[in-house]
C-alpha cells in the first residue's frame, strides 16, 4: 500500500493555480460535504502510531507531501527515523531541499519536484526566483550523492505550451530530467467560466500531445532510451502488455490513500476534511482492509474507462465543473491514449529490433504520479 503522509498543510509558495485559486475559491465552497475546517496544521499524531500502523504492510510505501513537507524538517527526519517502510518518497516544491541534510536526503527511493518547466514559465505560476532555486537544489542533492529517481512534476494550464516545456526539460543544458510527469489544473475549482481552458485544450494542449507522442518515439529510435514521461509510461505499458485498468491509475480510494495531520485516513490528499470519505484512523486501521472510494459515473461507462480508470477521484465526486465543461476533460485523455495507440506499431517495430525492451517501460506504480493528467 501506498500513503501519502500530509506533514503540513503550509507552503511557502503562492502558486497561481493553488494559493491563488483558492482565493477566487473562497464563496462557492462544498455544497453538499460535511468538511472538517479545524485541522491542525501540521502533524499532531504519535509518529510511533504511524510506526505501528504501516509495520502491518510489509510493502508499504510513504510519500512524504503537503503543503510543503520540508517546512517540518525535524518531523520529516523524525519520520525516515522512526517509522518503518518499504520505501520512502518526498514530493516537494524544491525550494527548500538544501535544508534537509544528504544523509536523509539520500534515503529517499524517489523525490517529485514541482516544476513546471522553463523558467520564465514555472516563475509565472509559482513566483519570481522560485525556478532557479529548485535547479541549484537539485544540483546540490545530486552532487550530495542522491541517486534516486528525480521526477519534474509539472501542473499545467492555460500558460503551457506541453511539447515546448516538456522537451525544454528533457533537453535543457541545466539540469535534464529523464523522468516528468504533468498535470491538468481541471475540475479542482470552480473556475471554468473565467478560464479560456476550451480553446487553449483543444487548440493548443492536444495538439501538443500528439506531437509530443512523436518525440517520444523518435527518441527511442535515435537514441534508444524511453524517456520516463509518466503518462506515456503508464499509458504504453498497459496498451502493450494488455492491460486494462479499470481503477484509478494514481491508486486513490483503492491502493493509495493519505494520512491527514490528525491521522485520519482518506482517499486522496486533495480530498482533505472531507468526512464523507474518511476511510478510518492510523491508530486502529488496517492498511490492507481499508473501505474501497472508487469514481461513480459518468466515467465507469465511458469507453476509455478500462485504459483511463476515471482519470480523479476528488474530481468525478465533487464535480466542480459541469457536464458539459468536464467533456473537456474527457477529450483531452481519449486524445493521449489515441495518439499513443497510433504510435504502438512503431514501438513494437523497435523493440523487436531490438532498439528498446519491454522493460524499459517499466516503473513503480501509485508513486505519486497520477499517469492520466
Not at 23 to 51: A, H, M, Q
Not at 93 to 102: D, K, R, S
Not at 136 to 160: H, S, Y
Not at 290 to 303: G, H
Request: glycine share 8%; net charge negative.
Amino acid at each position: 500500500m501506498f500513503f501519502h503522509v500530509i506533514v503540513t498543510t503550509e507552503c511557502p509558495l503562492q502558486c497561481r493555480y493553488c494559493f491563488g485559486e483558492a482565493l477566487k475559491d473562497t464563496e462557492t465552497g462544498f455544497r453538499g460535504f460535511d468538511l472538517d475546517y479545524s485541522l491542525p496544521e501540521r502533524i499532531d499524531y504519535d509518529l510511533d502510531v504511524l510506526d505501528r500502523f504501516c509495520r502491518r504492510d510489509d510493502e508499504c510505501v510513504l510519500i512524504l507531501y503537503g503543503g510543503e513537507p520540508l517546512l517540518c524538517g525535524d518531523v520529516v527526519k523524525q519520520i525516515l527515523d522512526r517509522v518503518t517502510v518499504k520505501h520512502f518518497i518526498l514530493q516537494t516544491n524544491g525550494v527548500l531541499l538544501h535544508t534537509l541534510e544528504p544523509e536523509y536526503v539520500n534515503r529517499f527511493h524517489t523525490i517529485l519536484v514541482s516544476i513546471d518547466g522553463d523558467e520564465a514559465v514555472t516563475d509565472y505560476y509559482r513566483g519570481t526566483g522560485t525556478f532557479r532555486k529548485t535547479i541549484d537544489n537539485l544540483k546540490l542533492i545530486t552532487q550530495n550523492g542522491f541517486q534516486g529517481e528525480i521526477i519534474a512534476r509539472m501542473t499545467v494550464m492555460e500558460q503551457t505550451d506541453i511539447h515546448k516545456q516538456v522537451t525544454w526539460l528533457v533537453e535543457n543544458d541545466d539540469f535534464p530530467f529523464s523522468s516528468v510527469h504533468w498535470q491538468l489544473n481541471a475540475g479542482f475549482w470552480d473556475d471554468f467560466p473565467r478560464r479560456a481552458f476550451t480553446t487553449w485544450s483543444e487548440d493548443g494542449y492536444n495538439p501538443g500531445i500528439r506531437r509530443l507522442v512523436n518525440f517520444w518515439v523518435q527518441c527511442m529510435e535515435t537514441t534508444g532510451t524511453v524517456l520516463r514521461l509518466y503518462p506515456f509510461l503508464g499509458i504504453t505499458h498497459s496498451l502493450l502488455f494488455g492491460e486494462d485498468e479499470a481503477l484509478l491509475r494514481c491508486g486513490g480510494g483503492w491502493i493509495n490513500y493519505a494520512i491527514q495531520t490528525d491521522g485520519h485516513l482518506i482517499p486522496c490528499p486533495t480530498m482533505w476534511g472531507m468526512r464523507d470519505y474518511y476511510v478510518g484512523h492510523i491508530r486502529h486501521a488496517d492498511p490492507s482492509k481499508l473501505k474501497k472510494v472508487l469514481v461513480n459515473e459518468p466515467c465507469t461507462t465511458c469507453d476509455t474507462y478500462p485504459v483511463c480508470g476515471g482519470r480523479c477521484l476528488y474530481a468525478n465526486l465533487t464535480k466542480r465543473w459541469s457536464a458539459e465543461s468536464y467533456r473537456l476533460v474527457c477529450g483531452t485523455v481519449r486524445n493521449l491514449v489515441d495518439a499513443i495507440a497510433r504510435e504502438l506499431p512503431r514501438i513494437r517495430r523497435l523493440i523487436q529490433c531490438g532498439n528498446i525492451c519491454l522493460n524499459d517501460f517499466d516503473f513503480m506504480k501509485y508513486n505519486g504520479c497520477e499517469i492520466i493528467p
